[in-house]
């Protein structure tokens, strides 16, 4: 048997096995991918994903961001109370409404956001915006497959969960 015909005849075992090694090798990459973000720049990639966000529009209330960021208000406040400790952020209040408070990208956000690299999901939107139709449509069935194939059970996982790609809690602190 030659050699290409071997590789050809692979095992259940054997392509489980490579199956596993590619999950684990995305994980791997989005953690590597946070874990530099945190140490060249000190920040997550939720904190990123909020301040492109809030840089964006200028202006936000906490409900719109973590609207416009597919994160519960809970955490996007959480996260917004150390980007304001780190100068990155401030708080004014609404002059249409004093009860309303918004959030605003300082100075230091501004240029902080000119150095700042381009988030994981970001590369991968472009390369995947140049494959084929037949070959998106593929990957997809078949991430949507592995996770059923995982046993995940309705309300174990958030199936409204952000799009960003990172390892760890959402609100943890760098």
Same mark, same amino acid.
Request: charged content about 25%; aromatic content about 6%; some cysteine.
């Given at each position: 048997m030659t050699e290409s015909t071997a590789e050809n005849q692979l095992t259940g075992d054997s392509i489980t096995d490579k199956v596993l090694i590619s999950i684990r090798q995305i994980i791997q990459a989005i953690d590597l991918h946070s874990r530099e973000l945190v140490r060249k720049f000190g920040l997550t990639v939720p904190q990123l994903v909020i301040l492109q966000t809030i840089s964006r529009e200028k202006s936000m209330?906490?409900?719109?961001?973590? =609207?416009?960021?597919?994160?519960?208000?809970?955490?996007?406040? #959480?996260? /917004?109370?150390? /980007?304001? =400790?780190r100068g990155l952020v401030v708080r004014t209040r609404s002059e249409n409404d004093r009860r309303r408070v918004m959030i605003? +990208?300082?100075?230091?956000? @501004?240029?902080? &956001?000119?150095?700042? +690299? +381009? /988030? @994981?999901?970001?590369?991968?939107? =472009?390369?995947? #915006?140049? &494959?084929?139709?037949?070959? =998106? @449509?593929m990957i997809l069935s078949s991430l949507q497959r592995i996770v059923s194939l995982m046993n995940v059970k309705a309300g174990a996982v958030d199936e409204n969960i952000s799009p960003y790609l990172t390892t760890g809690k959402l609100n943890e602190n760098p």
């Open positions: 209330t906490v409900g719109a961001i973590a =609207k416009e960021v597919s994160l519960s208000q809970a955490t996007v406040t #959480g996260i /917004l109370e150390r /980007l304001h =400790k605003e +990208p300082t100075e230091k956000c @501004m240029e902080f &956001l000119e150095q700042a +690299p +381009p /988030l @994981m999901q970001e590369i991968f939107v =472009k390369q995947f #915006g140049e &494959l084929e139709q037949w070959e =998106k @449509m």
